[in-house]
């Protein structure tokens, strides 16, 4: 059970696994420990190492917040802390262009050709989003239409959707430039 409610999603820390199973923290990290599972950091970091090799499109010093996992044409996922620069000062509310560049870079990411530009955009922020949220991006490729690409992005928070966007994406080949 537990391996399988990572596989869907890696990064619940061991505290949100005891919740979802109704047990100690102590009991997720003995079973974790047993069946090879690696913290939450290791499973982070492998899966960003991993990630980085694969891109083609953009590169890894481009991507807003941190790649950690990557399927070429098909799905990608990123992560990003908000810290105390990224809000607006009177209010404390993240600012929008944060979100915003998670998600394209994210997009971007995915595309299997030497570039790519964001031909459209069509975004919604959901919840206001403050300092310390840990988000998490991911994005997945819906259509592809010769050269374009429809993407879907969506970012949560603690499992609450705070930004969503749907992106047409264009790649060009190295003769088309």
Same mark, same amino acid.
């Given at each position: ?58 590169? %890894? ?31 404390g ?10 998600? %394209? ?10 570039s ?6 069509n ?34 928070? %603690? ?19």
């Amino acid at each position: 059970m537990l391996c399988e409610k990572l596989k869907g999603e890696p990064f619940y820390t061991d505290e949100q696994l005891a919740k979802f199973f109704n047990v100690s923290i102590q009991t997720i990290r003995l079973d974790r420990m047993r069946n090879g599972i690696p913290e939450l950091r290791e499973r982070t970091k492998a899966m960003a190492q991993r990630a980085q090799n694969k891109l083609k499109a953009i590169s %890894n010093e481009d991507i807003v917040g941190e790649l950690v996992d990557l399927v070429l044409g098909e799905s990608a996922i990123s992560t990003m802390e908000i810290t105390p620069e990224m809000v607006l000062e009177k209010t404390g509310i993240a600012r929008g262009h944060f979100m915003f560049a998670q998600a %394209n870079t994210l997009a971007l990411a995915l595309i299997d050709a030497p570039s790519a530009l964001t031909g459209v955009g069509n975004v919604k922020y959901k919840v206001p989003v403050k300092a310390g949220a840990k988000l998490v991006a991911k994005a997945e490729v819906r259509k592809k239409r010769k050269n374009k690409f429809f993407i879907w992005v969506k970012i949560k928070h %603690n499992d609450l959707e705070v930004f969503r966007a749907k992106f047409i994406v264009v790649s060009f080949e190295a003769n088309d430039e």
